[in-house]
């Protein structure tokens, strides 16, 4: 990192608490839509990790990207999604959807051997679908709510569902119950970086798309995570004032 961007960061660290004591005072009085209660609140966490990934994050993933191949890259997600297959195989069984849990377990098995440990991707290739389940999807076919909506410092968007989802989640990370720390930490960077970079060329769209980039990103986010907890076919969304 050059001296600009550790001022840049210093300066960022010193803005962030008095961001956070104004949204205290006026959160309540900013928010416009019942769903996001203490968007003053929000749009200031939001506004930290904003200048979090402009000033370390997206520098980084951008470097990782130039300096990476396609296929390399690949690879490497390739890699950490199938290491998450029985961990979603687990959400899928407890959604009672066994045979998605069969088909994620198969994944796993024929990736990590015949893949050689997920790098190629040959499940797929043989017609086995990768999910996408966590406990916050989980708790919603269990019934539970959404809760209001949340911006979490570093890990982004979520409602209060999805942030009880993700404690269990981080707990039951294979990647983040790795013995050996700087192996955790390793594999835990990279994927950080590699999850950003995948995300590089939603920037330009989603910068000329929205007028309120906060407010863009809360609505997808919101409308994506009911689509999944409903596996594409949600019931028709209450109207909000």
């Excluded at 959400?91 to 440990?117: E, T």
């Amino acid at each position: 990192m050059d001296r600009g961007s550790v001022v840049s960061l210093r300066r960022l660290w010193v803005a962030v608490p008095v961001a956070l004591l104004a949204s205290f005072v006026c959160g309540a009085a900013a928010a416009q839509d019942e769903r996001d209660p203490i968007e003053g609140f929000n749009r200031a966490i939001f506004a930290f990790n904003e200048g979090l990934d402009s000033v370390l994050i997206r520098p980084v993933a951008k470097g990782y990207e130039a300096v990476l191949p396609g296929p390399v890259r690949a690879g490497i997600s390739n890699f950490y999604g199938n290491f998450a297959d029985p961990f979603i195989a687990v959400n899928n069984l407890l959604q009672g959807k066994p045979a998605d849990a069969v088909g994620d377990v198969a994944r796993f098995i024929f990736n990590s051997s015949f893949g050689i440990l997920g790098i190629f991707d040959v499940a797929s290739e043989m017609g086995l679908e990768k999910h996408e389940e966590d406990f916050g999807q989980t708790f919603g076919r269990w019934g539970a709510g959404p809760g209001p909506y949340l911006m979490l410092p570093v890990f982004g968007p979520r409602d209060v569902r999805d942030a009880g989802g993700l404690v269990l989640d981080l707990y039951a990370d294979p990647v983040g119950n790795v013995d050996h720390v700087p192996t955790r930490n390793s594999l835990t960077a990279v994927r950080l970086v590699n999850d950003r970079a995948i995300l590089l060329p939603a920037d330009q769209i989603i910068e000329a798309a929205a007028l309120d980039k906060y407010a863009y990103i809360r609505d997808a986010y919101l409308q994506r995570r009911r689509s999944l907890v409903f596996d594409g076919r949600p019931p028709r969304e209450p109207e909000w004032d």
